[in-house]
């Protein structure tokens, strides 16, 4: 029979084989505020190519200041989920917003993204609907239709054909209802998704349509309303998820929108809404001033495009290889686990922090360094970025 220093044992192996393997992910530590350039716990000063702080907000001054004063009017939190006693008049007003931007009828908040598509699924469709997603779409959204008991399919990475495979397998099997979802913008490769296209196999089908635009709100389209925008089929979108966490402010909170009344099904059973406790009153302000920001100008999504636009082309003229596009998620191909940390170490070294991503977080044999481009980088931050990749890159082997 086992016994817990049995399993102790167990769990000290598994980790000694994370270290082994050249996989085990060290936390690294800052000690200031997001932004172009951060100080790491042991005072150096370096360029921060890794953050999801697309429109540099996470520090931004009105924003700070809308925190603080929603702090001073609502307090620092509710101690309650939101159908008790957690919504105050900013919730209702922050998932207005949200709606109007997004181009749906409501919105409901949850305490995190992950929280979101973790309580999509289970309370819209049964085992009598099915649900067709992208085979790299988030570890949340992946966990959220294990939750549920529709039938599933997984289609090829943002491949059309394969897509209208499995919806023509869903309605042949008698699916009652068909949900296409996909992420709008796939995070570890920037890949964005072929809605416009994807909409037209859903509409015949007859199947809904599912986003998750974490990676997308607030940049993605002319005027930032994300990948429906940009692919041009704003407001024809059946159920949207997305994130408070990184370009709308950088905190945390995530958000489902869509028709009425599919949110106010998920108020009534969508679990992680019913049974956590209510986003933070200094996040929801903030997010509020974030949408005010957004809305009044595109000059830092403008930015964004013109910064990535800039690294983009000045990596691949240094001779790295990238994952093809336009995104600000600029996933610079190594392949291989341990030249990937090796990288990122020496990069740290010379100032700029970009961190190796490995298995399990992308496929074997596809590490990478992924740099995220930021309205916060002035170009003299991403010539000093690509001048350490280059040196790094070269002692390395990576590059001639």
């Known amino acids: 029979m086992s016994t817990p220093t049995d399993f102790l044992t167990h769990v000290q192996a598994e980790l000694q084989g994370l270290r082994d393997a050249g996989l085990f992910k060290g936390e690294r530590i800052i000690a200031t505020p997001q932004g172009a350039v951060v100080r790491t716990a042991d005072g150096r000063q370096v360029i921060n190519l890794c953050s999801n702080n697309y429109l540099g907000l996470s520090s931004h001054p009105t924003v700070i200041e809308a925190a603080h004063e929603a702090l ?40 995190a993204a992950f929280d979101a598509n973790g309580g999509l699924f289970e309370p819209l469709l049964g085992e009598a609907d099915a649900i067709i997603s992208d085979e790299l779409n988030h570890a949340s959204i992946i966990d959220g239709i294990r ?112 028709r009425k009344d599919v949110i106010e099904l998920l108020r009534q059973r969508s679990r992680p809404y019913l049974f956590s406790n209510t986003v933070a009153p ?81 496929p074997k044999g596809q590490a990478r360094i992924r740099c995220q481009m930021s309205a916060a980088h002035d170009r003299q931050h991403l010539e000093q970025a690509v001048a350490a990749f280059t040196q790094a890159g070269r002692e390395l082997g990576l590059i001639q």
């Open 72 to 111: 001073r009017t609502h307090g620092y939190g509710l101690s309650s989920v939101r159908f008790i006693c957690g919504t105050q008049d900013l919730h209702k007003t922050l998932e207005a917003r949200l709606a109007r931007f997004l181009g749906t009828e409501d919105t409901i908040l949850y305490a």
């Open 282 to 362: 200094s996040i929801v302000g903030a997010s509020i001033a974030v949408l005010d920001l957004l809305e009044g100008s595109t000059a830092l999504r403008d930015k964004l495009e013109d910064n990535t636009r800039y690294f983009r082309q000045a990596i691949q003229a240094a001779g790295f290889e990238i994952k093809p596009g336009d995104h600000p998620i600029v996933p610079i191909m190594v392949y291989d686990a341990v030249k990937a940390q090796q990288l990122s170490a020496r990069l740290l070294e010379l100032g700029v922090y970009a961190v190796g991503f490995f298995f399990p977080v992308v």
């Open 147 to 258: 939750l549920c008991k529709a039938q599933r399919w997984r289609y090829s990475h943002n491949n059309l054909a394969d897509l209208e495979r499995c919806l023509q397998e869903a309605e042949a099997k008698g699916a009652r209802f068909k949900l296409v979802f996909t992420d709008g913008v796939f995070s570890m490769d920037g890949t964005v998704a072929q809605l416009d296209k994807i909409r037209a196999l859903c509409d015949r089908y007859g199947a809904l349509l599912g986003i998750d635009e974490c990676h997308a709100s607030g940049f993605m389209g002319k005027t930032g309303r994300g990948t429906h925008e940009h692919r041009g089929v704003f407001g024809k979108i059946d159920i949207i998820t997305g994130t408070l966490g990184k370009a709308l402010g950088g905190a945390s909170g995530g958000f489902t929108a869509g």
